[in-house]
């Protein structure tokens, strides 16, 4: 049994005195949403996250792998800019353990943020989509071998919040809604894997938010989470994705999906 909250209490210390206190909520920061932080708020103080306890080096391009305190409005809000993956070789309790960290540092709310793509034609690239549900298939879950003190059977019906998806429909109407397939990657799916993912009930693809969102509802943080489509998915155009259509995607959209993520900020 790993002891995931001694960790999280550690890096949470070690935040609190580098950052300050009074978090409320943790933005979770996906590849392509760096430029969703300019319109978020002010940036008081950022660290790098190997400077805390228990975070491994994040290599993937499009990932800075800080914490940042962002002061939006009249809240703090805890901003992780660039994740820990499964597909560097990462173990479930790592990729989670800024979630506990968030969750160790009073925050009661993490929005998780990714780039996906979309296996539904009507869905616009450069658009957000909000997270109403989704299917692990990375194999692995968070809490197994992991203690935290709550009941380990955690239930993941409404795991991404009904309140929190009402108040980013308030901020923009126009954003759907989708369930969102995470598996390891790093390669891309084929185009049978994507036409299996749809018959599945499937609308979003992508390599990430699954075991955060499972480990946060451990801690018992109310979870959002938001895609951004940065391509249609395997098959459905004469391409099929790349990495650069990704960092492009994100870069093109980040002040609109800035926008709604203070947007929700606002109305907590
Ligand atoms: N598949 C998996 N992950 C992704 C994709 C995709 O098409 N786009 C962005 N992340």
Request: aromatic share 4%; net charge negative.
């Amino acid at each position: 049994m790993t002891n995931a909250r001694q960790l999280a209490d550690e890096a949470a210390a070690q935040l609190g005195d580098r950052l300050g206190k009074g978090f409320e909520a943790a933005v979770v920061l996906g590849t392509g949403w760096d430029d969703a932080v300019a319109e978020l708020g002010d940036t008081e103080a950022q660290i790098s996250t190997t400077d805390l306890a228990g975070f491994p080096a994040s290599r993937v391009e499009g990932h800075g792998g800080t914490a940042a305190a962002v002061v939006a409005g009249d809240r703090r809000v805890l901003v992780f800019r660039g994740r820990v993956h499964l597909y560097e070789g990462n173990s479930a309790a790592a990729v989670t353990h800024g979630m506990r960290t968030a969750a160790a540092a009073g925050c009661g709310v993490a929005v998780l943020t990714n780039a996906a793509g979309g296996l539904r034609a009507h869905y616009r690239v450069g658009g957000p989509v909000l997270i109403s549900d989704h299917v692990n298939l990375t194999g692995e879950s968070p809490v197994a071998g992991t203690e935290w003190g709550t009941d380990r059977f955690v239930n993941l019906v409404d795991a991404y919040s009904p309140r929190l998806r009402a108040l980013a429909a308030d901020v923009d109407p126009e954003v759907p809604e989708g369930v969102y397939a995470g598996l390891r990657g790093p390669h891309f799916e084929t185009p049978a894997e994507i036409e299996m993912l749809r018959l599945l009930g499937a609308d979003l693809v992508g390599m990430s938010t699954v075991l955060e969102a499972i480990a946060a509802r451990h801690c018992g943080l109310e979870v959002l989470g938001v895609s951004l489509v940065t391509n249609l998915a395997a098959g459905m155009t004469d391409e099929g994705p790349s990495h650069t259509e990704v960092l492009e995607a994100g870069a093109a959209s980040g002040a609109r999906v800035g926008r709604l993520l203070r947007g929700v900020i606002d109305r907590l």
